[in-house]
């Protein structure tokens, strides 16, 4: 399929849109869809894979750390571990 701007590079993304209740759908090259800001991805070199897997495990009561203080139930006084 080509692009429905240029007519000349093939359509590599397709956009749909619905204004109005009616779908209206757009079929871009890669030229095209920079040009009219459809492909705006920016990457922060500063990403760490580690960094954020770091973050979703911090406060995991599994994680074994030492300095993590272990909340217990109010009732019974029992920690998530012992549970």
């Known amino acids: 399929m080509l692009c429905d701007e240029c007519k000349k590079r093939p359509a590599c993304m397709h956009i749909t849109k619905i204004v109005n209740d009616q779908k209206v759908e757009k079929h871009l090259c890669e ?11 920016s990457f922060d070199n500063n990403f760490s894979v580690h960094d954020f897997l770091k973050g979703i495990f911090k406060n995991s009561p599994s994680d074994g750390g030492a300095s993590q203080v272990e909340s ?3 009732q019974c006084g029992m920690t998530y571990r012992d549970f």
């Not at 030229?31 to 991805?41: K, P, R, S, T, V």
């Open 72 to 74: 217990a139930c109010p």
């Open 31 to 41: 030229q095209c869809a920079q040009e009219h800001g459809h492909m705006n991805f």
